[in-house]
């Protein structure tokens, strides 16, 4: 099945800073990616998404990179402020089913 | 998210009892799925359901049920709990005919067998 691997587990940037998270999946069938932002005690949200046809999608201050030779894909978020604080979930889809990363705890230091 | 409800938020129980979650939805959407979520590990599959007559086992179904009751309701059971199935519990749905599939999650239950 598909394996995706999320990196780094904990990332702690200076407000105004940018933060990146990367993650690397296994099946070159995989041909959705989606991001989550799971806050304190609620379940994780969408927050960005990119299909395997696209390299680069933006929205405001987020964007990912999908890297399709490489199988990697990117979440990267500028201008940081203490609200971005919390655990990001990179994920995989394959047919039917989704495959997530292991999570990313972002802190931003005011 | 409002739209996917989630019963109990909170639950204690012993090694050996049966237990239920239950999951509604308002999405309207035909397909649901029951994660669980432990530290370090990520959300892991254990059933999902693409209408109310389909039931499919997840990546970690051992030791678990599930029944699509109606569109909206989605139970997962635990005939039989062990203190390894100690974790938070999230049931998701989605809509393949959106631009993506999104999945919406509900807030969770926290649940700890001792």
């Known amino acids: 099945g598909e394996n995706v691997e999320q990196h780094p587990s904990t990332l702690s940037v200076q407000e105004g800073d940018s933060a990146v998270i990367k993650c690397t999946y296994s099946?070159?069938?995989?041909?959705?990616f989606p991001w989550y932002k799971q806050e304190l005690g609620k379940g994780p949200q969408l927050i960005i998404d990119?299909?395997?046809?696209?390299g680069e999608k933006k929205d405001q201050r987020i964007a990912v990179t999908l890297n399709k030779t490489a199988k990697h894909f990117s979440l990267h978020i500028t201008e940081t402020q203490p609200e971005d604080s919390a655990v990001y979930f990179c994920?995989?889809?394959?047919?039917?089913?989704?495959?997530f990363g292991t999570g990313t705890s972002l802190t931003v230091i005011p | 998210d409002a739209d996917v409800t989630q019963t109990p938020r909170n639950r204690i129980t012993k090694t050996g009892k049966r237990i239920m979650l239950e999951c509604s939805q308002t999405k309207g959407h035909d397909r649901m799925y029951w994660y669980r979520q432990d530290p370090g590990l990520g959300l892991r599959l254990i059933y999902y359901?693409?209408?109310?007559?389909?039931?499919n086992k997840g990546e970690i179904s051992d030791g678990y049920s599930v029944s699509r009751q109606a569109q909206a309701k989605f139970s997962l059971s635990l005939e039989s709990a062990i203190p390894n199935q100690t974790a938070l519990y999230f049931c998701?749905?989605?809509?393949?005919?959106?631009?993506?599939?999104?999945?919406?999650f509900g807030p969770g239950t926290r649940l700890l067998v001792l």
């Open positions: 998701a749905t989605s809509d393949p005919t959106g631009p993506g599939e999104t999945q919406y």
């Open positions: 359901s693409f209408d109310v007559k389909d039931i």
């Open positions: 994920a995989a889809s394959i047919g039917n089913q989704f495959y």
């Open positions: 990119i299909r395997s046809n696209v």
């Open positions: 099946d070159s069938a995989s041909n959705y």
